[in-house]
Structure formats: structure tokens, C-alpha cells
């Protein structure tokens, strides 16, 4: 499973989220600050499974960011709880509920 929570503070901008797999695209996805997380959940298959996301924020939807929300395989299922948040600073990450980390910062176009 993945979530992904508009954790803007400074801003309170519109977090756009779009993620896709190799079979599967989720669409746009708009969260308000602090709205209630995005959450997807799926089926590892047998050899990979990987959703690779875009998050963007600032008025303009001006920074943005693209990372592999989820990575799973043959050996790495097992229900992976990944979650992600978007802050002001970059988008941090945790996995099965560990305290969050700063995994990237945000680009600007």
C-alpha cells in the first residue's frame, strides 16, 4: 500500500499526484493541505512491481518531483506499507510506519 499526504505548511498549496505502473495509470490526484492521504493499494506481481509518482506544488504547479513511490519483487513483498508526505522543505518518506526521512527535494521548472 501507498500514501501520500499534502503536508505543505508554509504554502498550503494544491499537491498535484500522479502515479502510474507498468499496467496501471492512476490519474491526477489534487489534496488540499492536510486533506485526508492518497492511498492506493495493489497486487505484487511475481517478478516486479513499481509505481513511479510525480508530486507538484506552488501555485503555478511550478516544483515538482518524480521518484518510485513503491518497489516490490519476487523477494520484497510481503504488504509494504510505504508512505510519503509533502513539505515545504521536500518529500520525506517511511516505510511500515518508522519515523519519516527526507528522501527529496523539490525541482523547479
Known amino acids: 500500500m501507498v500514501a501520500i499526504q499534502n503536508n505543505l ?3 498550503r498549496s494544491i499537491l498535484k499526484v500522479h502515479c502510474v505502473s507498468k499496467d496501471d495509470d492512476l490519474g491526477d490526484h489534487f489534496l488540499r493541505f492536510q486533506d485526508v492521504a492518497y492511498n492506493f493499494s ?3 506481481s511475481l517478478l516486479i512491481t513499481r509505481f513511479k ?3 507538484w506544488k506552488g501555485a503555478n504547479l511550478e516544483y515538482h518531483q518524480n521518484f518510485t513511490a513503491y518497489q ?3 523477494y520484497l513483498k510481503c504488504g509494504k506499507f510505504n508512505s510519503w ?3 515545504d522543505d521536500g518529500i520525506y518518506f517511511s516505510r511500515n510506519r ?3 526521512k527526507l528522501m ?4 523547479k521548472y
Open 42 to 44: 495493489f497486487h505484487d
Open 98 to 100: 518508522e519515523p519519516m
Open 53 to 55: 509518482c510525480i508530486l
Open 85 to 87: 508526505e509533502a513539505r
Open 104 to 107: 527529496y527535494i523539490w525541482d
Open 9 to 11: 505548511t508554509l504554502s
Open 72 to 74: 516490490g519483487g519476487a
